[in-house]
């Protein structure tokens, strides 16, 4: 269908010029997700009633002038730890697979505030715990370029959503590269914000000095105008940033000029694929031809990046997950024999392999006797590597890198070895150490025709510069195009009932569509 080839900006605009009805465009998603899901797997929760009732609802209101923002109308997906009042928020667990909120996360209410239509919530590595997708309570997402490959995680549902046209833009959330990682293996633009810019009030934490919400979609157009919306200080939440820079539509100048950048040596060593290589060297000439000065340069402590972030965030993990222990809500085993009975028990029962493996780390390194050489160390190193990054911004506006070190590994591949999956996020998890911003979008495709990431990391509340730059590479890239769809993804027979039948291990299925 045509419209679902239009970007998030141009539907609005043609929403609001009269041209289509928001509930066409949330129809013609839905009839793709409809014929899509079985073969993706994008989708935990599918909102067809809701969704349709909302853009009647905002079609109202743009006839009335009451909405004219950038994103009125628009389809879009919600990560599946963002929490929407009134519809399943599951964390892809079976701990929360019957978990209904009574609120929504401030991001959600800021979309819907801006007029977009949400369709529902995307599938993701548990507890935002992996860098596949393939953690999840209810089954792995597919990569919609090659389904034998992995889409990245842990927001890989919303990024395959939005490559596989089931939505136009989604939110996703950043720990370590959830968001920019998943972009680059699904050939689409993601964007982690300074941290602190937008609320994590309604995200279910993961690690909460380094969790951050942020935009993805289908050009670096669309996730600026979606980070305008959702970016806003709130006093719900103590982290949140009062800024007055937010404008971010204002930085899409095809123009990099003047812009220092400067390319980690370590970045570009060995462990980088071959034609990931390649790709983003050709990306910096492209820069350096549009005027950007573009140099080599020495970082440092990028070895220590992995073992630091993992001890910290999977501390942090272990501390957020004594919450879900069966007594409040969310699951709880069926039988068991008093109270400490059953919190083991529903905890054995209720997470999954992965989560389990951070929160024995997590609680390994705060034990007594292990916290100062462990934790109290990464926490050092975490402040050197944000001095390494203060004294790199003095002479560059951003920092360029490939986002991952591969192409999207096969299915079951990176399972095999969790080890080397984290050694994927080398690249990503310096900026949520350092609390900087980062954007991922494609540079190339492999010999496979498997999209290839570029990053780009600017100092803290450089928003603007990181996306004025990524828009002139964007616009001398040209279009990057689109996965081809098979045959059985074109047309949907309009029940929106979306076949999500994977369950969670061990019990019933608990995820729903509606």
Not at 14 to 32: N, S, W, Y
């Amino acid at each position: 269908m045509e419209l679902l080839e239009w970007t998030a900006l141009e539907l609005s605009e043609k929403i609001k010029a009269g041209e289509i009805k928001a509930k066409d465009a949330a129809l013609a998603a839905l009839e793709r997700i409809e014929a899509g899901e079985k073969r993706y797997h994008c989708y935990i929760t599918v909102d067809a009633e809701g969704a349709l009732r909302r853009a009647e609802e905002v079609q109202r209101r743009i006839d009335a002038g009451e909405l004219s923002g950038p994103l009125a109308g628009v389809p879009v997906a919600v990560k599946d730890n963002i929490c929407t009042e009134g519809l399943l928020t599951t964390c892809a667990s079976r701990m929360l697979g019957n978990f209904i909120p009574a609120y929504s996360a401030e991001a959600v209410k800021r979309l819907e505030e801006a007029g977009a239509v949400v369709l529902g919530k995307t599938n993701m590595d548990e507890f935002a715990m992996g860098s596949t997708t393939e953690t999840s309570a209810y089954g792995g997402t597919r990569n919609p370029w090659n389904i034998g490959r992995v889409p990245g995680g842990s927001s890989g549902g919303s990024a395959a959503a939005v490559a596989a046209g089931e939505c136009f833009l989604a939110l996703g959330s950043d720990t370590g590269g959830s968001i920019r990682q998943p972009s680059a293996f699904c050939g689409v633009v993601g964007i982690k914000p300074t941290y602190g810019t937008v609320s994590r009030y309604g995200l279910v934490a993961y690690g909460s000095s380094l969790d951050q919400i942020g935009p993805m979609g289908r050009n670096v157009s669309d996730c600026a105008a979606m980070l305008e919306a959702i970016a806003s200080y709130d006093k719900k939440d103590s982290t949140s940033v009062d800024r007055k820079d937010t404008d971010f539509r204002a930085a899409l100048v095809d123009d990099a000029k003047g812009i220092r950048i400067g390319i980690p040596k370590d970045y570009m060593g060995d462990g980088l694929d071959r034609e990931v290589r390649e790709a983003v060297v050709k990306a910096a000439q492209v820069l350096a031809g549009k005027g950007a000065l573009v140099e080599e340069f020495d970082l440092g402590l990028a070895e220590y990046a992995i073992p630091a972030y993992y001890t910290i965030a999977s501390a942090e993990a272990s501390s957020n997950l004594e919450r879900f222990d069966g007594v409040k809500y969310g699951y709880r085993a069926a039988e068991y024999e008093g109270l400490h009975s059953m919190y083991k028990k529903s905890r054995s029962e209720g997470f999954g392999s992965e989560v389990k493996r951070r929160i024995m780390l997590g609680s390994f390194v705060l034990s007594s006797g292990y916290y100062d050489a462990y934790y109290l160390k990464a926490l050092k190193v975490k402040a050197l590597i944000k001095r390494a990054f203060d004294a790199a911004f003095v002479k560059y506006d951003l920092i360029l890198g490939p986002t991952a070190p591969t192409a999207a590994p096969a299915l079951g591949e990176s399972l095999a070895d969790p080890l080397q999956m984290y050694l994927g996020d080398i690249y990503t998890v310096s900026a949520n150490l350092a609390g900087l911003p980062g954007i991922s979008l494609p540079c190339g495709k492999n010999s496979e025709g498997l999209p290839i990431g570029l990053q780009l990391m600017g100092d803290c509340f450089q928003e603007k510069k990181m996306i004025r730059a990524a828009y002139a590479y964007e616009k001398a890239r040209g279009s990057f195009g689109r996965p081809k769809l098979s045959a059985d993804t074109e047309v949907g027979d309009g029940s929106f009932g979306c076949g999500i039948d994977a369950k969670p291990e061990g019990g019933k299925k608990s995820g729903k569509t509606i």
